[in-house]
Each structure stands twice: as C-alpha cells, then as structure tokens.
Antibody, heavy 116, light 113 residues
C-alpha cells in the first residue's frame, strides 16, 4: 500500500524557516517523481514544486522560487521541502504527492502557519 | 500559465441522479507526445485529494465505474452516473501537459440536495 506521511509543519514568524519531510513507503521510491502541493484551508489546490526520481531536476512555482528548495534522499525514501523567508501567504496545508502518469497518491498534509 | 476553469462551482444533486462537471483550459492540453494530461481529483471533507481519472478518461484502480471522464483539446467533463452519499466533496481538474506549473481548476463542490 502506498503511504506518504508528511511532518515538520508548525507555526513560524514571517521571515522564518521550516523544513517539511515526507516519508514514503509501499513503492520503489526512487522510480517516481514527487511533488509538493499546498492548500489554504477552505480554498483550492496550488502546485508548489516537483523533483525527479534521482533528484537531478527540480521545478518550482514562481511564488516560491528562490525561497523554497525541494530535495530527496532515496536511501531514506524521503522527500523534503526547505522553506525559507516565509511569508503570511505561505500559510497552508502542504501535501506531498507521488507522480505516476501525473500526480496520483497524496499524503495527509501538514499545516504551516506563518504569523507574527 | 494554463488557466483551468471549472463549472459549476456548486453542484447540488439528488441521490441517484447524474452529475456533470465541466473543465476548460486556456490552451489545448494535447502534449507533443500525443497524450492529453488532464486529471480529476476528489477531495472528501477533511481528507486529502484522491485521483479519480488520469489522461482524460482512465479510471484509477478502485474508483467506481459510475465515474467517467471525457473530452479533448480544451474541453473536459467528469460525469457521475448516479450520485451516492459518499460522493460529497470537492472535485478538481488538473493539467500536467504544460508545466511548470501544474495547474488546478477552482474546484466544484458537490452536495446532496
């Protein structure tokens, strides 16, 4: 069974940093691209970032480019999102998701709140 | 960026009746490889999204056959042949033909009348 478990969310002040983790199981992790998608509670889904299977290629939404960094450790079956220079508008539930013929499985999400 | 526009945004449906959600893209979603990367997701209250349909019309494993997807180019439709209580939630279309970024529709909230 595919499982994606996010962690690392919490409250942080504007300008601060957080690192999200997503532990994957139930599939051969290194064979799959992985994504981060966020959702402000009560609103829609917004794609944030993507990383390919070996970690050599990454892509970002313009809104996070230069502030967020996606990475992965295939030995640990984990994908990360390092978030720096956080802003109030980054407040959201962050989901990690697997890519098989596009995004298929999603984690349960972790809430990030940016507030003074 | 490709803009995805769903309609309606709110969809009250009687149990057992059909439902239909439209999704339109601001440009053709036909990829240079010939495939069309249009997907549909369901998000039940309090849950993470779940993919129902990929590449326009392919149902994911475990998805009831009352769900179907169709369309081409810029116009796509998700149909539920007979709505059940467990279908309540928000439905999103998403394109992954022209990326980055992947883009989602605004969501359609299905509720039971």
């Amino acid at each position: 069974e595919v499982q994606l478990v996010e962690s690392g969310g919490g409250s942080v002040q504007p300008g601060g940093s957080l690192r999200l983790s997503c532990a994957a199981s139930g599939f051969t992790f290194s064979n799959y691209r992985m994504h981060w998608v966020r959702q402000v509670p009560g609103t829609g889904l917004v794609w944030v970032s993507r990383i390919n299977g070996d970690g050599s290629t990454t892509n970002y939404a313009d809104s996070v480019k230069g502030r967020f960094t996606i990475s992965r450790d295939n030995a640990k079956n984990t994908v990360y999102l390092q978030m720096n220079s956080l802003r109030a508008e980054d407040t959201a539930v962050y989901y990690c998701a697997r890519d098989s013929a596009s995004i298929d499985y999603w984690g349960q999400g972790t809430l990030v709140t940016v507030s003074s | 960026d490709v803009v995805m526009t769903q309609s309606p945004l709110s969809l009250p449906v009687t149990l057992g009746q059909p439902a239909s959600i439209s999704c339109r893209s601001s440009q053709s979603l036909v990829h240079s490889d010939g495939n069309t990367y249009l997907n549909w997701f369901q998000q039940r209250p309090g849950q993470s999204p779940r993919r129902l349909i990929y590449m326009v019309s392919n149902r994911d494993s475990g998805v009831p056959d009352r769900f179907s997807g169709s369309g081409s180019g810029t116009d796509f439709t998700l149909k539920i042949s007979r709505v059940e209580a467990e279908d309540v939630g928000i439905y999103y279309c998403m394109q992954s033909t022209h990326w980055p970024p992947y883009t989602f529709g605004q969501g359609t909230k299905l509720e039971i009348k």
